[in-house]
Nanobody, 125 residues
Framework: EVQLQASGGGLVQAGGSLRLSCAASGINFDSYSIGWFRQVPGKEREGVSM????????YFTDSVKGRFTISSDNVKNTAYLQMNVLKPEDTAVYYCAVGNFAVVSGVLYYDMYHWGKGTQVTVSS
């Protein structure tokens, strides 16, 4: 059974940092791409960042470029989302997922096979 467990969320002041972790079991990260998504109640889910460890390709949504980094440790089967210079608009439930993605003309397309439960990130102003 595949399980993804996201953790590391919390309450932080604007300008602060958090590192989200996504621990996987029943699956090998080096066979899939990893994605971080976020959702605010009443809004559509947003793809925040993607990482393909097979070719090193990454994706970041425009609003987080230069502030967030994504990585994975395939030995630990854990992915990370380092979030710096957090803003109140980053407040959301963050989810990790594994699957595949592509960016075509700047548009993100993805097909994620497994999703973890979310972790709440709240950024106060």
């Amino acid at each position: 059974e595949v399980q993804l467990q996201a953790s590391g969320g919390g309450l932080v002041q604007a300008g602060g940092s958090l590192r989200l972790s996504c621990a996987a079991s029943g699956i090998n990260f080096d066979s899939y791409s990893i994605g971080w998504f976020r959702q605010v109640p009443g809004k559509e889910r947003e793809g925040v960042s993607m990482f393909n460890s097979r070719d090193g390709s990454t994706y970041f949504t425009d609003s987080v470029k230069g502030r967030f980094t994504i990585s994975s440790d395939n030995v630990k089967n854990t992915a990370y989302l380092q979030m710096n210079v957090l803003k109140p608009e980053d407040t959301a439930v963050y989810y990790c997922a594994v699957g595949n993605f592509a960016v075509v003309s700047g548009v993100l397309y993805y097909d994620m096979y497994h999703w973890g439960k979310g972790t709440q990130v709240t950024v106060s102003s």
